[in-house]
């Protein structure tokens, strides 16, 4: 029998709820009240997330990363193959939708770009323990890199012509520290306090001030101009990825923690840094966040029945 009772099964996703979801909702909560009561322009407060904080979030979580070798880029590897699934499902998806070339670049964005940061390490520790976090730490820096730089140039391209967008993302500040990084990893430099502890600080305020954003976002939100965008993309973060998760992890030869942390992260819904994305490029940022939205609420169900089942699986 592949899933448990429901005594088995109900603390989990108490465990998941309290853990994890419902920390995110909280901050949400505190910035969607910021838009509302006190005023506070959303605009301003992406702006220096995009340009200040998460630079440093990029540039922490690789230069203190201690995975290394084979594993490192099996997990690497996992990822770029899922996120080609995804980007390439997204775009036969699209087809009949008839998009615009802005609502296209919104559509793959918020398909490719899921949240296996704030939402998908937490659960991937109290789900699957310490081992699986480190495979699912892999899998989150890849899709921090792509999304800073691959996301950033979807977003960048609705707008733009191609040769722009990629000017563009010469210009995005996040680039620049996973440079840093991957230099400071390459030569084993040691960073100074001096600059290691404000990096340090400015990392951990990233994700919170992207929830933050989000919930600032959500009070603006309105039923959408295209509900069938809403429901394909959301159905293709997290139906159709998972499943595609699933071969690329049987292709690659993942087996127990790396097979649960890569599928997991996979599943996550869609990343809340596509929302600073669609307002810094002026890309459908009213859809991207209705999608940000739907996916994390649908989430505590598609991931406790998935995790009920890497779980026997593994």
């Known amino acids: 029998m592949i899933f448990g009772s429901v005594p088995e099964t109900a603390p989990l996703l108490l465990g998941i709820f309290a853990s994890d979801i419902l920390p995110i909702f909280v901050i949400a909560g505190v910035g969607y009240l910021l838009a509302r009561q006190a005023s506070v322009q959303v605009h301003t407060v992406s702006r220096v997330t995009f340009h200040a904080l998460a630079p440093a979030l990029v540039f922490n979580t690789l230069a203190t990363s201690t995975l290394s070798g084979f594993e490192f880029g099996r997990m690497a590897a996992f990822y770029l193959l899922v996120a080609a699934s995804a980007g390439l499902m997204a775009r036969v998806a699209a087809i009949p939708l008839r998009l615009d070339r802005a609502s296209l670049s919104a559509f793959l964005l918020v398909v490719v770009c899921s949240n296996s940061g704030n939402y998908g390490l937490p659960v991937a520790l109290?789900?699957?323990?310490?081992?699986?976090?480190?495979?699912?730490?892999?899998?989150?820096?890849?899709?921090?890199?792509?999304?800073?730089?691959?996301?950033?140039?979807?977003?960048?391209?609705?707008r733009r012509s191609i040769r722009h967008a990629l000017a563009g993302v010469l210009r995005v500040p996040a680039v620049y520290g996973a440079v840093a990084a991957a230099v400071t990893m390459a030569f084993g430099l040691h960073v100074p306090d001096a600059i290691a502890r404000p990096m340090a600080m400015l990392s951990d305020a990233a994700l919170p001030m992207m929830v933050l954003v989000l919930g600032m976002q959500l009070e603006r939100v309105t039923w959408p101009e295209r509900p069938d965008m809403v429901i394909a993309a959301?159905?293709?973060?997290?139906?159709?990825?998972?499943?595609?998760?699933?071969?690329?992890?049987?292709?690659?030869?993942?087996?127990?923690?790396?097979?649960?942390?890569?599928?997991?992260?996979?599943?996550?819904?869609?990343?809340?840094?596509?929302?600073?994305?669609?307002?810094?490029?002026?890309?459908?940022?009213?859809?991207?966040?209705?999608?940000?939205?739907?996916?994390?609420?649908?989430?505590?169900?598609?991931?406790?029945?998935?995790?009920?089942?890497?779980?026997?699986?593994?």
């Open 126 to 158: 109290l789900a699957f323990g310490r081992e699986a976090l480190a495979f699912a730490s892999v899998y989150f820096v890849s899709s921090a890199i792509f999304s800073y730089t691959g996301g950033v140039l979807l977003a960048a391209s609705g």
């Open 234 to 314: 959301s159905l293709l973060s997290l139906v159709a990825t998972p499943l595609a998760a699933f071969g690329v992890a049987h292709l690659l030869g993942l087996q127990g923690p790396a097979l649960q942390a890569g599928v997991l992260q996979a599943s996550m819904p869609t990343a809340v840094v596509t929302t600073i994305l669609a307002l810094e490029f002026d890309v459908a940022p009213g859809f991207v966040t209705s999608v940000v939205c739907v996916t994390t609420l649908l989430s505590p169900i598609t991931l406790t029945v998935l995790i009920a089942y890497l779980q026997r699986a593994g």
